[in-house]
C-alpha cells in the first residue's frame, strides 16, 4: 500500500484543477456568442450545395448556387428581426416562456410558409419596377440579387442595433436601388413607393391608436369596476370572439383565398360568424377559470394568457405564409430566369424545395437570433401584461384587415411595434392624467417625472429612425451591389 502524496501536493494538484475549470468557463463563455454564426454558416453553406445538386451540369449553376445563399441568409436575418414582433409581446407578459414561444414560432413559421406560402410572386416587387426596364436576363438577375443581399444585410445590420424593422421595405427598397442602377429614375412607379411611404406612417399610428383604443376599453369596463371578475366574465369572451373573427378574416384574405374565391362580404360573414360562436364556447371556459381568483386586475392574467398564446401562433403562421416570400421570391425569379434566359415576367411560381429554404431559414433564424429582439420587442419598449399584450396583438390583426381592404401596403412589423408604443404612450397619458389630479405627485422635479416615463425614448428613437432610413439605406446599397455585380458576365 503506497502511502498518500503530501500535503502541498494536493493544494497543488486543486489549484491546477482550478486553473483548467477557470480555461473551460472562459473557453465557454468565448465560444458561445460564435455557436448561432456557425450554425447559420453551415445551413448556408448545406443550401448551397442542395442547389448545387438540384441545377446539375445546367448552365449559369453558380449564379443559382449563389442566389440560394443570399436566399438562406435573407430567410436567417428575417427569422432573427421579424419573428419578434410576434412574440415579444406574449414573453413580455410572461404567458410565454422564451423557449416555449421560440417552439411555438418555429412549427408555426414553417407551418405558414410551407402551407400557406404565396404561389406566385410578382417578380418586380408589387409593380415598383417597370418589367421592361428589366426585360434582359442578364440585368433582371443581377437587379434581384441586389435586392436580395442589400435587404439581407441591412436587416442584419438593424438586428445588431436592435431595431424592429420591416423586411418587406428592405427588399422594396432594394428592387428601387437596383432599377435605378439598370434602367434610370423613370423605370420606377413612384405613386406606388409614394404609398408605401405612406404606409410608414398611416400602419404604425393606426396599430397604436387602436391598441390604446382596445386598452381604455379594457380599463373602463374591467379593470376599473368594482366587481373585476364579474366584468371579465362579460367582457373576455367577447373580446376572445373578436380576436378570433379578426383572424379568421385574415386568414380567409391570405390563405384560403388562394384556394377558393372569397369575397370581401363572404369574409366579413366568416369572421362575424367565428366571433359569435367563439364569444358563446368561451362564455363557459371563462366562468370555470374565474372561480377561485381574487377580485383584482392580476387574476385577468389567467384569462389572457390562452387568447394571447393562440394570437402570437396565428400570427407567426400568418407571418411564415406571407413574409416568406420576401426571401425566396427574389430567389425563385432569378432561378426561373437563368431556367427559361428571360428578364422580368408578370410572376413566377416558387418550387417546393425553394419554399423549404426559406421555411427552414425564418425557424433557424429564429432560434439562433431571436431572443434578443423578442426581450427588446416584449420588454424593453414599454412593461407588457397579459392584457396590454393582447391589446396589442387584436390590434395587429385588425390593423392588418383593414389595411389589406383599402389596399394599404403596410408593414406587419411596423403595426405591431406601432401598437406597444400605443399602449405605453396612452399609459403614459393616463400616469399623467392621475398626476395632475393627484397632489401628492405634483411636487416631483421634471427630472425625476422624464425618468418615469412608460416607453422607453432612446428605443423609439432608434426605431423609428431605422423605420426611416430602411428604403433609402437598401436602395443606395442595392444600386451599389448592382454596379459591382453587373460587370461579372452571364
Known sequence: MTDPPPENEWKTLNKDLERIAVLEQASLHVARPLIGPG????????????AAVLTGQQPHSLIVVAAAIIGAYMALNIGANDVANNMG????????????????????????????????????????VAPEAVAEPAVFIWAMMSALLAGALWINLATWLGAPVSTTHSIVGGVVGAGIAAAGLMSVNWPTMGAIAASWVISPLMGGVLA???????????????????????WVPLLIGVMGGAFAIYLSIKGVNKVLHITPTTSALIGLGTTVVLTLAMRPVIRRQSRGLENRKKSLKVLFSIPLVCSAALLSFAHGANDVANAVGPLAAIVTAVNEGRGATESVAIPLWIMAIGAAGLSLGLLMFG??????????????????????????????IIASWLGLPVSSTHIAIGGI??????????HERILKKNRAYTGLPPEERARRKLVRRSHFLTIVAAWVVTVPATAGLAALLFMLLHLIPV
Open 39 to 50: 450554425v447559420a454558416l453551415a445551413f448556408m453553406v448545406i443550401v448551397g450545395l442542395i
Open 421 to 430: 408604443f400605443g399602449v405605453g404612450f396612452f399609459r403614459e397619458w393616463y
Open 371 to 400: 431572443p434578443r429582439m423578442i426581450r427588446m420587442v416584449g420588454s424593453q419598449i414599454t412593461r407588457l401584461n397579459a392584457v396590454r399584450a393582447y391589446c396589442v396583438a387584436l390590434s395587429a390583426a385588425i390593423t392588418v
Open 212 to 234: 390604446a383604443a382596445i386598452l381604455a376599453f379594457i380599463k373602463t369596463s374591467i379593470i376599473y369596476t368594482p366587481d373585476i371578475l364579474s366584468a371579465a366574465r362579460r
Open 89 to 128: 409581446p406574449a414573453v413580455g407578459a410572461q404567458a410565454l416562456t422564451l423557449g416555449g414561444a421560440l417552439v411555438v414560432a418555429a412549427v408555426f413559421e414553417t407551418a405558414g410558409a410551407l402551407l400557406g406560402g404565396g404561389d406566385v410572386i410578382d417578380t418586380v416587387s408589387r409593380g415598383i
